[in-house]
DNA sequence: TTAGTGACAGCTC
DNA sequence: AGAGCTGCCACTA
């Protein structure tokens, strides 16, 4: 949403936008899906600054480790966003290959 | 232009 | 299984 559309945070705001409800998808995984290997840091730093405001589905992302990666307040907010797409967490952790995007198969 | 930083990931102990 | 260390990429000062 900035410049034009081949800045890396267009990309991720781009890809992000198109995670279905009810799924989730890691920082590195939506870095690989926006054309940045290895860049999963990239992509926090980018969520961090996205207005609150915005339509995106920031909550829909995860680390590899099927967590939270925010501080504590907002970490709650996410939790309550992913139960209420119907997520919910198997031992304070999300399944990922369950619920993790995208899928190429459909149970 | 160089150095420091971060909502990560992967490997090792 | 959990904690720690290192690597990585793009961004900001």
């Known amino acids: 949403m900035q410049k034009s559309g081949h800045d890396a945070t267009s990309r991720i705001c ?3 936008a198109k995670v279905p409800e009810g ?4 920082y590195g995984g939506l870095a690989e899906l926006a054309g ?6 990239l992509v926090g730093q980018t969520l961090r600054k996205l207005p609150k405001d915005t339509g ?5 992302v ?4 099927g967590k ?6 907002a970490a709650r907010r996410q939790w309550k ?4 797409e119907g997520i919910t967490p ?3 952790k999300i399944d990922l290959p369950r619920y993790g995007w995208p899928k190429p198969d459909e149970l």
């Open 68 to 73: 939270i990666s925010l501080p504590e307040p």
């Open 23 to 26: 799924r989730v998808v890691t």
């Open 90 to 92: 198997i031992n304070g």
């Open 36 to 41: 940045l290997p290895r860049a999963a840091r």
């Open 14 to 16: 781009l890809v992000l």
């Open 62 to 65: 995860i680390n590899a480790q």
């Open 81 to 84: 966003l992913l139960k209420g």
């Open 56 to 60: 995106l589905p920031w909550h829909r």
